[in-house]
């Protein structure tokens, strides 16, 4: 989109038809000692070649950029087609608005119901909303939907969900009446199923658990779901890696009332955390509580195919105490390049990309597991990400790696005390032999260090 600033005779006209003579009656009511007197400090203009200089120059003083890194944790690096950043940056997908008016927004529209559609597909849901922030805040406002369906205050959350989504969850729910209690994991990597049924009872209104879980173990979906619906709780199931989900059976076969989830994996680069795309679906008869928005067909007076916004339960478009969310937007260019990616790869494409990380991640660990010093901590399936642990220093380890340009994992003692010197690991598609090869022998060699 092109910009053409004011000119002296524009701003004069301006000027005129608001009654004022000069800039400085426009800004009257700014306090003099808060004006500022001087030109501001900013460097003289740069060619656009001087610009590109002097941006390579700031980016190279990232001195992870050139790193070869095993960090996965809820971001994962995965292939994007050239199509994916080809077709998204067109100016029509970049610089529409909120589609409030149906008649002039088809493209944005259908782009979003489209994008619904592979959502529901994937989660075996019966609808999907048009995207929420990113993963943390779709689990948030999956348990506030939870609450506002059964009416009742306690929810129960699996410790192996990603700690960041379990902070948000209590940061949303902090002065509400509902409870969070956690449950803890078996030696497997999945959850306790003893120390949940232990904490479930009739004031339970969800258990939320995620899988692959953030150890990286598969959850057995069905067996949580069916002990959630015992005490008429909703199964919540959170999916921060959704290419798991070309091989995994969906969430919503297994028993799952609400499915949440980050689709960063769909064609959207890590771009140091964000933006991000956080992505919900529920069963039909739950669309009523449904926060954010939903784009559906429909036909138009001539009987052609159209698209409009079927439900907005946004308090943008009813009375706020009618809301189920204060969402305000989406991630719609997030979600409009996850839709081009998968409909690139289309389903065998997802499958075989599903594939190859699952290989991958195996490979990895048969040769790390080779290395004196170093064991496989969870033995329950597995995806791309699992856990070893270390008989050494686990911080020496990570600091020889960093020598050699490697970053090997996520120290997990941060968030779980009790994993002490223990790392989770991600390999994706996106590594080759050769570099899953090197992170073995640095760690040999840093092991003998």
Excluded at 20 to 37: A, D, H, Q
Excluded at 163 to 179: A, F, G, H, M, W
Aim: hydrophobic share 40%; proline share 4%.
């Amino acid at each position: 989109m092109s910009y053409t600033s004011l000119s002296d005779k524009d701003k004069k006209e301006m000027m005129s038809r608001v009654g004022i003579s000069s800039m400085e009656e426009l800004f009257r009511t700014i306090p003099e000692g808060m004006k500022l007197k001087r030109e501001l400090k900013v460097p003289s203009a740069l060619t656009e070649i001087e610009l590109i200089h002097h941006f390579e120059k700031i980016a190279k003083q990232n001195k992870y950029s050139e790193f070869l890194s095993f960090l996965g944790a809820g971001a994962y690096p995965h292939v994007i087609p050239y199509v994916v950043d080809y077709l998204s940056s067109r100016g029509e997908f970049v610089t529409p608005y909120t589609p409030y008016q149906p008649e002039v927004s088809q493209g944005t529209l259908q782009a979003i119901f489209e994008f619904q559609t592979l959502i529901c597909l994937l989660t075996g849901m019966d609808v999907a909303n048009a995207s929420l922030y990113d993963g943390a805040s779709a689990a948030a406002e999956a348990v506030l939907m939870a609450h506002r369906l059964k009416q009742k205050s306690n929810v129960l959350i699996a410790k192996t969900l990603h700690p960041q989504y379990r902070k948000t969850i209590k940061t949303y729910v902090r002065n509400l009446d509902i409870k969070i209690e956690e449950f803890g994991f078996s030696e497997t990597g999945e959850i306790d199923f003893e120390s949940l049924s232990s904490k479930m009872d009739e004031g339970t209104s969800a258990v939320v658990c995620q899988s692959p879980n953030f150890l990286g173990v598969v959850e057995d979906i069905k067996k949580i779901s069916d002990l959630a619906h015992s005490t008429k709780a909703l199964s919540v199931v959170v999916v921060t890696e959704p290419v798991s989900l070309g091989l995994l059976e969906a969430p919503g076969k297994l028993g799952a009332d609400i499915v949440t989830g980050e689709g960063q994996s769909f064609g959207i680069p890590l771009s140091f955390g964000g933006p991000y795309l956080g992505f919900m679906a529920c069963l039909k008869e739950f669309i009523r509580q449904f926060p954010g928005r939903i784009a559906g067909e429909t036909k138009d007076v001539d009987g052609k195919r159209g698209f409009v916004l079927t439900l907005s339960t946004r308090e943008q478009h009813i009375r706020r105490e009618r809301a189920t969310s204060n969402i305000c937007t989406n991630q719609a260019l997030c979600a409009l390049r996850a839709t081009i990616f998968l409909e690139t790869l289309g389903l065998d494409g997802l499958k075989e990309l599903a594939w190859q990380n699952i290989q991958k991640a195996n490979y990895a660990l048969e040769k790390l597991t080779q290395v004196e010093g170093i064991k496989r901590k969870f033995h329950g399936n597995f995806f791309n990400e699992f856990v070893i642990e270390f008989s050494g220093s686990l911080p020496k380890v990570e600091s020889s790696l960093r020598e050699k340009g490697i970053l090997g994992g996520l120290y997990l003692r941060e968030f779980y005390p009790e994993l002490e010197n223990c790392s989770l690991l991600c390999v994706t598609e996106m590594f080759k032999r050769e570099e899953i090869d090197r992170l073995v022998k640095s760690l040999e060699e840093a092991l003998k260090e």
